[in-house]
């Protein structure tokens, strides 16, 4: 029964989907130990009598705090959307090649998803750092001409 079990065709989307959300599990799992340990060494150092250590700012504080940091961030998710959906398509010609089926170019084709939204993330990347760049713009010269 054991050997039939990851012979049959339905463990592969069984174990695609469970995965994901093993990664997610275990990722929210690491971040409630490392505010428990923090939370603790707090506590400690009240008990003691000690100086409290600087609350350590987290990336996000510090994306949301630094708009062009944030907009940093959606060119990165960019690029490497960018990249794996050009690997999948690189990946599929070759193993359409290798093999001598066309079928396996369905790959390619799903490829296209990630392709958009890495050019939806460059966009807006763009977009964002140009309103920067444009709120820039008109708050230099109100500085200037206040200085005078």
Do not use: C
Request: proline share 7%; no cysteine; net charge neutral.
């Amino acid at each position: 029964m054991f050997s039939s079990m990851w012979n049959s065709p339905s463990i592969v989307p069984v174990v695609a989907m469970t995965i994901p959300i093993v990664a997610i599990v275990s990722g929210m799992i690491l971040k409630y130990q490392r505010r428990r340990l923090q939370s603790e060494e707090r506590l400690a150092a009240i008990a003691h009598g000690l100086p409290l250590p600087p609350e350590p700012a987290s990336e996000e504080d510090a994306a949301q705090a630094d708009p062009r940091r944030h907009a940093n961030g959606h060119r990165t998710t960019a690029i490497i959307l960018l990249a794996v959906s050009v690997a999948m398509m690189v990946f599929s010609v070759a193993l359409s090649w290798i093999v001598g089926e066309r079928d396996v170019l369905v790959i390619a084709a799903a490829a296209v998803f990630p392709l958009l939204l890495g050019v939806g993330f460059f966009i807006d990347y763009r977009l964002r750092i140009n309103e920067l760049n444009r709120i820039e713009a008109e708050t230099e010269p109100s500085r200037a001409s206040s200085r005078m």
